[in-house]
Nanobody, 124 residues
């Protein structure tokens, strides 16, 4: 399983970014996909997850209503649209994947496949 993130960068407060993650070496439709992040000096934390079917999503309360996760199983891709960014969103963002039996489940833990991360900096 390989996961490669892209789309990170520096943006001003209130701005938007879209992260992309390209998967390889696995059948996307069999995997739950998600995003975590790690800010400087803090532990890695859950951001969002999307079910195998793409029908169900879960978000951390800190990003709910601002971020949107989506996936394209045909392309082995997962995306994170981030709006109304603020400095507390500054972190390295990681794409994650987990093979899972249930089609509509959205667990927030137990991910065993991680990308290398992409830096997002929100600063004026």
């Amino acid at each position: 399983v390989q996961l490669v993130e892209s789309g990170g960068g520096t943006v001003q407060p209130g701005g938007s970014l879209t992260l992309s993650c390209a998967g390889a070496g696995f059948t996307s439709e069999n995997y739950i996909l998600g995003w975590f992040r790690q800010a400087p000096g803090k532990e890695r934390e859950f951001v969002a997850v999307i079910s195998r079917s793409g029908q169900f999503t879960e978000y951390d309360d800190s990003v709910k209503d601002r971020f949107a996760i989506s996936r394209d199983n045909a392309k082995n891709m997962v995306y994170l649209q981030m709006n109304d960014l603020n400095p507390s969103d500054t972190a390295v963002y990681y794409c994650v994947a987990k093979e899972f039996m249930l089609v509509h489940a959205t667990p927030r833990y137990g991910f065993d496949n991680w990308g290398q991360g992409t830096q997002v900096t929100v600063s004026s």
